[in-house]
């Protein structure tokens, strides 16, 4: 079973709105961090935003935002005021405990494109 | 400046030519791994290694072998590349493997294709 599923392989967001875009996970794993990566058009990848499963509070950086939601496994990311250069790969990715080898399982991600 | 560094940025090689890819960190982190990237799977695993000499099998070993002789390096090697091993190809780091929330630093990315 896919341990990170994201259902959108493409989205469309207008400039400087927000825009969600979806995570769920899966793992019996009571302590496990998930994390929000980007990747423009250059290649690189670029962390986001982390949320631990006990953290009580939806974390927060800057523009972006996790809607963390622990009884369904979803781990969405919102990005406010959406601008041109959001336009790129994002993917969600998530690291458990007791998987210490591997520290990053990642979903298939979506890609994002600002329309001015 | 901190960085992980992985050269070549584009490679372009023919079947059973063995190539090497090298990783290195300026970060004295401990954790390091190997990634590729493919359409529609996300990133996965490769190899990894948790310190000096020490190595492990990721997700999709078959095919790749590599070594950490020094902490700062991590070279990925491809024996004998065959065409299902084009792919972007990804080196990360990390400072420790014990804390959840250590981010993974990542390399600019290698693009292998093999003919």
């Known amino acids: 079973a896919q341990k990170i599923t994201q259902t959108q392989p493409g989205m469309f967001v207008q400039e400087k709105e927000a825009v969600t875009l979806d995570c769920t996970y899966d793992?019996?794993?009571?302590?496990?961090?998930l994390f929000w990566y980007k990747q423009p058009s250059s290649g690189e990848m670029i962390f986001l935003i982390y949320?631990?499963?006990?953290?009580?509070q939806n974390a927060t950086e800057g523009r972006y935002s996790l809607n963390f939601q622990k009884a369904r496994k979803s781990a969405n990311l919102v990005i406010s005021a959406s601008q041109l250069g959001d336009s790129a790969m994002y993917f969600c990715?998530?690291?458990?405990?007791?998987?210490?080898?591997?520290?990053?399982?990642f979903g298939g991600g979506t890609r994002l494109m600002v329309k001015p | 400046e901190a960085q992980v560094t992985q050269n070549p940025r584009y490679l372009i090689t023919v079947t059973g030519k063995k190539l090497t890819v090298t990783c290195s960190q300026n970060?004295?982190?401990?954790?390091m791994s190997w990634y590729r990237q493919d359409p529609g799977l996300g990133l996965r695993q490769i190899y990894y290694?948790?310190?000096?000499?020490?190595?492990d099998k990721g997700d999709v070993p078959e095919g790749y072998k590599v070594s950490r002789k020094e902490k700062r390096n991590f070279p990925l090697i491809l024996e004998s590349p065959s065409p299902n091993q084009t792919s972007l190809y990804f080196c990360?780091?990390?400072?420790?493997?014990?804390?959840?929330?250590?981010?993974?630093?990542f390399g600019n990315g290698t693009r292998l294709t093999v003919t």
């Open positions: 949320q631990g499963s006990y953290d009580q």
């Open positions: 970060m004295n982190h401990e954790y």
């Open positions: 793992t019996s794993d009571p302590s496990y961090g």
């Open positions: 290694s948790m310190n000096v000499e020490v190595t």
């Open positions: 990360a780091s990390s400072l420790g493997w014990t804390g959840l929330n250590s981010p993974l630093h």
């Open positions: 990715a998530m690291r458990e405990r007791n998987n210490a080898g591997n520290m990053l399982t």
